[in-house]
């Protein structure tokens, strides 16, 4: 037994010490230098962005017009060497903002705003008190208080046509109104598709690839000159209605093969439980299969939501003054114009735009990570 014993008679060397596992250089190492075509990438990008960035700081700041203590309007930004016109967008603010709406009736956007997001807080904060009486009164009252304020006409507010409205409001209008209607038609679309009903799959069959084979631009002519050969003599539908509508249909046919998709994804075991507890399809269909089949495609919908706000911006094409055209036609405003007024304009609309896009994609990732049952890949 004793030769089994074994008793160290000497002290042990001390061990190296352990390897860094975080710090700045071993993530430079890792991340950028990992390898050689690593680093030659990661060179060539430095290279492409010290080529880049003192141009464009160049424009949007250092060169740039930020005041016009002199009143000089468009004066300010046509000397030699001016950057971006910023000036431009102080004095047009209004108009980019509000599009033509009076003046004296701001007031009216900016209560349906503060409204909106009172609403809209509860409905996106799941910890929020009052979720469920906020989504009520969005979707059930804020429309009509909002086509109130925004038309007048009643209770002494002042009259205002479709057609003085524009601007950053124009398009969230037409954004919400396309988001809000375009998802339950899509998923009545997707749920139709599905049916065993040859009438009913044939319609939603046949109206899913109709409006998926045409281009949004070609809907929107046919909405602004077809659309009033449907309606009744005499009766001359709205400019802006028509455009919503055809956003809206065009929108929810890409819906429906966005929920299609999720449908198609819930495994037969799900129907099969259901029946199994006694419930009916319709239950099956409303408590089990469609909350799993969206949280699975939260982001095809996030995406489609993303294309309609920026589509928007097609409307300008029926005459329409929403974000883009507005910043374009305040850019050309003779008071304002300068040579650097076109570029000016349409870096803060893309600005614009990017800053709504990106908030509804990270608000995405956080629903799926809040969402996700131990499936997440």
Not at 18 to 27: E, F
Not at 155 to 161: D, N, T
Not at 169 to 197: C, D, E, Y
Request: charged share 10%; with cysteine; hydrophobic share 55%.
């Amino acid at each position: 037994m004793s030769d089994l014993l074994f008793v160290r008679d000497h002290i042990q060397p001390p061990l190296p010490a352990p390897h860094r596992t975080s710090g700045v250089v071993l993530w430079l190492r890792t991340n950028l230098f990992s390898s050689v075509p690593s680093t030659i990438v990661t060179i060539l990008a430095v290279l492409f962005l010290y080529w880049i960035i003192p141009p464009l700081y160049g424009f949007l700041i250092g060169d740039a017009v930020f005041s016009d203590p002199e009143g000089l309007r468009g004066e300010a930004c046509r000397f030699e060497g001016v950057g971006a016109c910023w000036v431009m967008i102080q004095g047009r603010w209004n108009t980019i903002i509000y599009g033509f709406f009076p003046n004296s009736e701001l007031w009216r956007i900016n209560l349906m705003f503060v409204i909106a997001i009172v609403l809209l807080v509860p409905m996106l904060v799941p910890k929020a008190p009052f979720g469920r009486t906020a989504a009520l009164l969005f979707f059930l009252v804020f429309p009509v208080v909002a086509f109130i304020l925004m038309s007048g006409g009643i209770l002494g507010l002042r009259q205002v046509p479709t057609a003085q409205w524009g601007g950053l409001t124009l398009t969230l209008i037409i954004s919400v109104i396309g988001i809000t209607v375009s998802m339950p038609l899509g998923i009545f679309l997707a749920l139709g598709r599905q049916s065993k009903l040859p009438i009913i799959k044939g319609f939603c069959v046949g109206f899913i690839e109709v409006w998926r084979a045409v281009p949004l631009i070609t809907v929107l002519f046919m909405a602004s000159v077809m659309f009033p050969l449907f309606t009744p003599q005499g009766v001359t539908p709205d400019t802006l209605l028509r455009a919503i509508i055809g956003i809206v249909l065009f929108e929810s046919a890409y819906m429906a093969e966005v929920v299609r998709g999720g449908l198609q994804a819930i495994p037969r075991g799900q129907f099969e439980a259901s029946s199994a507890l006694g419930l009916s399809k319709v239950k099956t269909m409303v408590f089990v299969v469609l909350p799993q089949a969206l949280k699975h495609v939260i982001p095809g919908i996030v995406n489609t939501f993303i294309a309609l706000f920026k589509d928007t911006s097609l409307v300008t094409i029926i005459g329409l003054f929403e974000l883009l055209n507005t910043v374009r036609s305040a850019a050309r405003d003779v008071n304002w114009s300068s040579p650097t007024s076109d570029i000016t304009g349409y870096v803060f609309a893309g600005f614009m735009f990017w800053i709504f896009c990106f908030g509804m994609s990270r608000y995405s990732i956080y629903m799926e990570g809040r969402l996700h049952t131990g499936h997440k890949r």
